[in-house]
């Protein structure tokens, strides 16, 4: 089955320091992965997805089919970071989308 | 453009009653996703829509909810009767079928 998994709920931080947030998936088919952001108050918005490979707002993440992981990267972390981040996975021949449980960035001053 | 417009934000009903959410995806988007959010989960897939048809309802409890997309734009989402376990953020989502989905602000239902 397909599931997606974010195995910290909380990871907090100082100001200036990296940032990885871990997420691992399982699917057998050619995963499409993407990292949605939802700062307070705020709408869930699309903050990148792996086909672009893209840097957002200093973000990058990188697809790794070997150990199904898409972790999330940032080499200095910046106080309006804290927010709450989730993984998600595109069931490509369906759109289907998955989401992980989402973790808590919380970047201390 | 304008994003996904859903109504209401916030909704408290009693158990067993009835409660209906609206959502107005983005303009051309054929695809449109409901999403229920439990407090502490991510969200969870309820069901998709390709234009006016059903893509993915497995997760849906048929029962008591049950959702529409009329002409292939605008989308309901009704509960009857609610369940205190109901409690949660409904998300509306749309996307094109090459970009990740798009989110509306969602609806918070309290069921008490």
């Known amino acids: 089955a397909q599931r997606v998994t974010q195995p910290e709920k909380l990871l907090s931080v100082f100001k200036g320091a990296p940032v990885e947030l871990k997420c691992n998936y399982s699917y057998s088919g050619s995963p499409e992965l993407f990292w949605y952001v939802q700062y307070s108050r705020q709408r869930l918005q699309l903050l990148l997805r792996h086909i672009s490979r893209e840097s957002i707002k200093g973000f990058t993440a990188d697809l790794n089919k070997g150990e199904t992981s898409f972790h999330l990267k940032k080499p200095f972390a910046q106080e309006e970071d804290s927010a709450m981040y989730y993984c998600?996975?595109?069931?490509?021949?369906?759109?289907?989308?998955?989401f992980g449980s989402g973790t808590r960035l919380s970047i201390r001053p | 453009e304008a994003g996904v417009a859903q109504s209401p934000r916030y909704k408290i009903i009693e158990k067993r009653q009835s409660v209906a959410f609206w959502c107005n995806p983005i303009s051309g988007h054929a695809t449109l996703y409901w999403y229920q959010q439990i407090l502490g989960q991510g969200p969870k897939l309820l069901i998709q829509?390709?234009?006016?048809?059903?893509?993915?309802d497995s997760q849906l409890p048929k029962d008591r909810f049950s959702a529409e997309r009329l002409k292939g734009v605008d989308s309901t989402l009704k509960i009857q009767p609610a369940k205190l376990e109901d409690s949660a953020v409904y998300l509306c989502a749309s996307s094109l079928k090459s970009s990740g989905a798009f989110f509306g602000q969602g609806t918070r239902l309290t069921v008490v």
């Open positions: 829509f390709q234009n006016n048809g059903v893509v993915d």
């Open positions: 998600a996975l595109r069931i490509s021949s369906a759109s289907k989308i998955i």
